[in-house]
């Protein structure tokens, strides 16, 4: 009897690899202190930091049973070339889901205009790595640059990913600037679509769900993050309710372990419905894989194996079950 077995590799469709270096240091701390301390470790990267601190990132990833990475990138240029140079030496597939960012934040993130910005992603492109849209928020992109990039990523057929309805700030923020909720003033600049990902969505509203179902764009949930960072959390049922497609992602990398982050979202669903029925086996696993690589883009990613003889595994009469409803990421089998 064979005592591993093969499965599509994890996709991880959102990760700010150099926010692992904060884990453990900002507990007790709200998220916008929290924010603080990031932006802080952001201003000291440099290209040969994030090579080196990025390499290792990536191989915790793969060795938890990721095989691809969207890398929500807003370093900088020459950090984005490291970045991939390291995914390539830790053996993971990566889309740069280059970041543009036209207010707040650090002097680094930003760009002084669109043109700017498509100048930096066309040359990642010229390099031969894969990339995505990020606006990075409504907060970071006013609404003509959201327009902008709405209509160059469909007529690239690019990804676009962004984050929206984090935080109630952010929503309260948006209101008072443009009478509308984040995911609305997407839909208004033409940014949704099937190619689209909104990160968290942790607290949109029914008419946001909506109008993400009519346009078929999916959410990247984060678990474990939006449990560290106090976030809330995605009300899932209603998300399956309409149909609209899920992924998971690493975020802040404060856990690597893509078993937890669908436990966490499984266990939402049930606390949320009061049923232990709300995904089958195969769906959860078609969201931490298939959905991912959708989401980025990618039609290809490496396969993992499943050590059976692993002891969590022993003596488990439906592994796959078993996978994620009770083990950790020390079930991957480690690579030759």
């Known amino acids: 009897m064979a005592d591993t077995f093969q499965l599509p590799g994890f996709v991880d469709a959102h990760c700010h690899a150099f926010q692992r270096s904060l884990r453990g240091r ?30 290792l990132v990536y191989g915790e990833l793969r060795d938890a049973g990721y095989t691809a990475v969207g ?4 370093l900088g240029l020459a950090e984005a070339h490291a970045a991939a140079e390291a995914a390539s030496e830790a053996g993971i597939e990566v889309v740069l889901l280059y970041v543009a960012y036209a207010r707040g934040g650090l002097d680094r ?3 002084e205009s669109v043109a700017e910005y498509l100048r930096g992603l066309e040359e990642l492109r010229g390099a031969g790595i894969r990339v995505g849209l990020a606006p990075h928020s409504v907060r970071a992109c006013p609404r003509d640059w959201l327009s902008e990039l709405g209509r160059y ?24 600037e443009h009478g509308v909720r984040p995911i609305e003033l997407l839909a208004d600049c033409g940014c949704l679509g099937r190619r689209t990902t909104i990160v968290h969505g942790t607290h949109a509203d029914g008419r946001e769900l909506d109008l993400l179902a009519a346009a078929g764009s ?8 939006e449990a560290n960072l106090g976030d809330g959390f995605l009300p899932v049922e209603r998300v399956l309710h309409r149909g609209i497609g899920m992924c998971i992602g690493s975020d802040s990398n404060v856990r690597i372990d893509p078993f937890e982050e669908l436990r966490e979202l499984d266990g939402i669903a049930r606390r949320q419905s009061g049923r232990r029925d709300v995904f089958s086996i195969d769906a959860l696993l078609a969201i931490g894989s298939d959905e991912g690589a959708a989401s980025l883009g990618l039609e290809q990613w490496p396969t993992i194996e499943i ?8 003596g488990v009469d439906e592994p796959l079950s078993a996978l994620i409803h009770s083990c950790s990421a020390e079930v991957v089998r480690a690579r030759e």
């Open 109 to 111: 993130f930003r760009q």
């Open 71 to 74: 890398e929500f990138h807003y």
């Open 307 to 314: 050590d059976l003889s692993h002891p969590q595994l022993r």
């Open 218 to 225: 999916r959410i990247c949930a984060c678990p474990t993050t």
């Open 153 to 176: 990523a469909e007529e690239h057929k690019l990804p676009l990913h962004i984050h929206a309805d984090e935080q109630p700030r952010e929503i309260e923020e948006c209101l008072a």
């Open 26 to 55: 900002t507990e007790g701390a709200d998220f916008w202190a929290w924010r603080e301390s990031m932006l802080d470790l952001a201003r000291c990267q440099t290209p040969g930091r994030v090579r080196e601190s990025y390499a």
